[in-house]
């Protein structure tokens, strides 16, 4: 974790910080166009300015240059080393830049400096070391044949591709999908999530500084009806890396199959289980890791454990505990450093997340503590909301809410344990408390879920692959050497020797 300075130091970043509005293509930012949209700091209400909405046009435009480019093969075809050079600067010049950076996120997300300064300072430099590094360093293969034959097999860049992004780590989602498309020798074209596009702006020109030639990165902020279905149905982009909800990653399926049949690699929704095996102590660690599952970035989290499913012999002495560790947890301003959640990132996401704690009481599940926003005159905050008695059959047991509401369901058996655990259409995420290494491992593999973390809540490290069985995602994986496969052709060549 950084080293945290005072709220003073982090509002005088924020006043006399400059927000980027227009694409990059090519190589800069543009000028002109008249579309735009507004964009919000969900802790004040205030707008902090409007933003480019890219049309059809500047898509064509990006695509055009990002194709030139890797036709050149400035990027795609250069040395591996001359790519891991530019990433491990860019890496550096985030780690240069974090601060301002992580200012620059927190008002325009509502997340929190503490959060923001982690994944910028420390994760996103990581992402694009760590790719760099892998870069020549991976192999291709040597076909076993015989004599009269030379075969291999390699890995090439699968060309342009489009990253389409979410809201709620914006920059660390961009460097999920960013660090290893350029590894691998793609030019990207990112779309950021219409309410954070300001980091994204400008990890543009930082890019450039370390070296990134001008066409292989292009940002195209926008909405998604407008900017994200251009690139979602543009017929030279070769691939779509696409992170958000269940329901935009179906249209992504769908403009692929009106237009030219690109891959779309999905990473979308989540509805995770944190099971508590009768055997499991509530120890220190397991109250901090069930709240952090549940209340860590508000509960704005693909992979938040919302269904807490508790032993009923360790119920009550969980719910108190986790209520105690809850009443610590100080919601508000996101840059105070002591701040643990900030705000919902708009305010029609902060009346979702508002109505569904109103559809829970209304199920007949009991919210023992917050759910509410007393204490706060403006901004979209949320005091995090614990619930007991929730059924498997509520809509806030099998809803994404993505707010910082954590649901107790009681279960007499491991047996009961997994069938609540399985009783979800998605399949991100889960955590497992036992003290039994069988049990451990057999909840581990009879769970559908990208990964599942025992005896500790956790997405694992840049090293681990993250991605979603059932509705939860698509084979693609991000994250780990399995991301480049999102990014790579694969070439058989086959020589016939006399
Ligand atoms: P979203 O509404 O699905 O938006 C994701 C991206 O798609 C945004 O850039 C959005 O643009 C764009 N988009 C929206 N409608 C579109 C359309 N009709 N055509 C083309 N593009 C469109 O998701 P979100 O609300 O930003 O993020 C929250 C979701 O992301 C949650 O479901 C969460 O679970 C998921 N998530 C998953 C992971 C993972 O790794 N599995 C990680 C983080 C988040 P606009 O911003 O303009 O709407
Ligand atoms: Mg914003």
Redesign the pocket.
Known sequence: MSSLSSHDHYRRIASSLTFHSQAFIDGDYTSGGSDVFENVNPATGEILGTVRDCSIQDVDRAVASARAVFKAGTWSRSAPEFRKEVLLKLAALVRENKEELAVLESVDSGKTIKDCLHEIGNEVPTFFQWYAEAIDKVFGKVVPTGETVASFIVKEPAGVVGL??????PLL?CAWKLAPALASGCSAIV?????TPLTALRLAALATEAGVPPGVLSVLP????TT??AI?RHSDIDIVS???????GR??LKYSSESNLKPIGL????KSPFIILEDADITDNLVESAVNAAFWNGGQN?SANMRQIVHRKLKDEFLHKVIAKTKTMVVGNPLDPDTAIGAMVTQEHFERVRNYIEIGRGEGASLLHGGHSEGHDRGFFINPAVFEGVQGNMRIAQE?I?GPVLGVMEVASFEEALELALDTDYG?HATVFTKSIDKAFRLGRLLPCGTISINGFSEGDVKTP???YKR??SLAR?KGLEAMDQYLQTKTLWFSLS
Do not use: I, R, Y
């Open positions: 389409v992004l979410p809201w709620n780590f989602m779309k950021p999530a219409e309410q926008g909405l998604g009806e994200g279905q979602g696409f992170t958000g909800s269940t329901e935009v249209h992504f990473e979308m929704g989540g693909c994404e993505f991100l993250f991605g979603g939860s995602g991000d």
